[in-house]
């Protein structure tokens, strides 16, 4: 069966700051791997996601995430930060034959 | 237009009482889901349908009946409400079942049970 793990259950950053939210999942066959976002009372809605080929996947709000194989992580990051980006983060991963599976999600706090 | 809608939106009831709640989505997908959120904002997966077939029925009390009248439409029926069915409830949708699809999520029910 696979899994996801989000190792930071929250994230306190300040306004334009660089941010990476951590991802890594296992998995006995390859992946397709997803972010969503939560904002406040609301539902998810996605980031981004890598199917294949490069690595280096970018999302909306100028988030990108980086799949690496070896060490079965897809970390989120974005090179600076709004107030707006205050919310959930929540890695997911799913295959054939799999179910999707969410990660526990990361909460994002933005600060002026 | 709201791709995939739920309703109510809130839905407090009392320990024992049977609830529905709606989800319809005009996506045109094949392909709807029922989740699960708790408390700690843990998502799981509790149902999914495949063109009105059921696809995935995880381990969830038979107390919940989800029932697909089309593709557009997935319901959620609970009988004999307990404290712990208190969440958030999302509805979501995707092309179909593939597992590349991303899922389109409805705004949440939330259930408060008392």
């Not at chain 2, 307990?82 to 409805?106: H, I, K, P």
Request: hydrophobic letters at 35%; charged letters at 15%; glycine letters at 6%.
């Amino acid at each position: 069966a696979q899994s996801v793990t989000q190792l930071d259950s929250q994230v306190p950053v300040f306004e334009e700051a660089p941010v990476e939210l951590r991802c890594n999942y296992s998995s006995s066959v390859s992946v397709y791997l997803f972010w969503y976002v939560q904002y406040p009372n609301q539902g998810l809605q996605l980031l981004l996601k890598y199917l294949s080929g490069s690595t280096l996947v970018k999302g909306i709000n100028g988030f990108e995430a980086e799949f690496n194989k070896s060490q079965t992580s897809f970390h989120l990051r974005k090179p600076s930060v709004h107030i707006s980006d205050t919310a959930e983060y929540f890695c997911a991963v799913s295959n054939y034959g799999q179910n999707f599976v969410f990660g526990p999600g990361t909460r994002l706090s933005v600060l002026p | 237009d709201t791709a995939v809608s739920q309703t109510p939106k809130y839905l407090v009831t009392q320990m024992g009482n049977d609830k529905s709640i709606k989800c319809e989505q005009n996506l045109g997908h094949d392909t709807m889901y029922w989740y699960k959120q708790d408390s700690k904002k843990f998502l799981k997966i509790m149902f999914s349908y495949n063109n009105k077939e059921l696809i995935i029925n995880e381990t969830v009390p038979n107390r919940f009946s989800p029932k697909s009248p089309d593709k557009a439409h997935l319901n959620l029926h609970i009988n004999s409400l307990e404290l712990g069915d208190s969440a958030v409830y999302f509805c979501a949708s995707s092309q179909d079942s593939g597992a590349f699809n991303e899922q389109f999520f409805g705004p949440g029910t939330r259930l408060t049970v008392l």
